[in-house]
């Protein structure tokens, strides 16, 4: 099963757009993301954003996303997980 399919069957919508954003941004190499500019991009609040990242920090298995600061919106830090 190829990763676009495998992330519409396992997240909602919200979260497929959101993980689908962020592995862009690390292909991009990026590793810190903005829950306002994602929002931004996306169509999304920021509190969607957040909410949806907290949750994929806890279920997503490819990527290891954790809050990195709080200050004028929440950055969250992005890496692949190791194998």
Request: net charge positive; charged share 25%.
């Amino acid at each position: 099963m190829n990763r676009k399919n495998r992330i519409s069957e396992q997240y909602s919508a919200t979260q497929g757009k959101i993980l689908s954003y962020l592995l862009q941004g690390l292909k991009a190499g990026k590793h810190y993301f903005k829950s306002k500019y994602i929002a931004k991009d996306l169509g999304l609040s920021p509190k969607e954003v957040g909410t949806n990242l907290a949750i994929l920090s806890d279920i997503c298995d490819e990527l290891d996303i954790s809050r990195w600061s709080y200050s004028n919106s929440t950055t969250w830090r992005v890496l692949p997980r190791s194998a």
